[in-house]
């Protein structure tokens, strides 16, 4: 599945991929991978890095000089547990995220960061797609 067909499917409406505490922001992410036949990551926003498991996915810290691709599951330094998306675009200033629940208990949506706030921690690329 692309990006773009994922974007159309779910922009508007609320995902609970795993029925536990509602439409939360690592719901978008798990639709994503179930979608594309990867492996489901599993824990809060914040630990998105490790699920980086070398065989699977592998974790990019962001650098000045590095961008996350389309398809990534971006982490973002906002609030106690952390926040993603799927990446819609990217370049060195700023990335565009499909995302839910920022604000809290929002439906899925676009929306523009850059780099610096909220921070952008690094991205988990697919080694499957």
Request: aromatic share 14%.
């Given at each position: 599945?692309?990006?773009?067909?994922?974007?159309?499917?779910?922009?508007?409406?609320?995902?609970?991929?795993?029925k536990v505490y509602g439409a939360q922001c690592v719901d978008v992410c798990k639709q994503w991978e179930s979608e594309n036949g990867w492996k489901i990551?599993?824990?809060?926003?914040?630990?998105?890095?490790y699920n980086a498991d070398g065989v699977n996915y592998t974790y990019?810290?962001?650098?000045p000089w590095n961008a996350p691709r389309v398809g990534d599951i971006i982490e973002l330094a906002y609030g106690g547990y952390g926040h993603v998306g799927v990446v819609i675009s990217a370049?060195?200033?700023?990335?565009?995220?499909?995302?839910?629940?920022?604000?809290?208990?929002?439906?899925?949506?676009?929306?523009?960061?850059?780099?610096?706030?909220?921070?952008?921690?690094?991205?988990?690329?697919s080694l499957k797609g």
């Open positions: 599945m692309t990006v773009s067909e994922f974007v159309n499917k779910w922009n508007g409406k609320k995902i609970d991929f795993d990551t599993h824990g809060n926003a914040n630990a998105t890095r990019i810290f962001n650098k370049n060195v200033w700023s990335v565009q995220v499909f995302e839910q629940n920022a604000p809290i208990g929002s439906a899925c949506h676009t929306r523009s960061y850059n780099y610096i706030s909220p921070r952008v921690v690094g991205w988990l690329r």
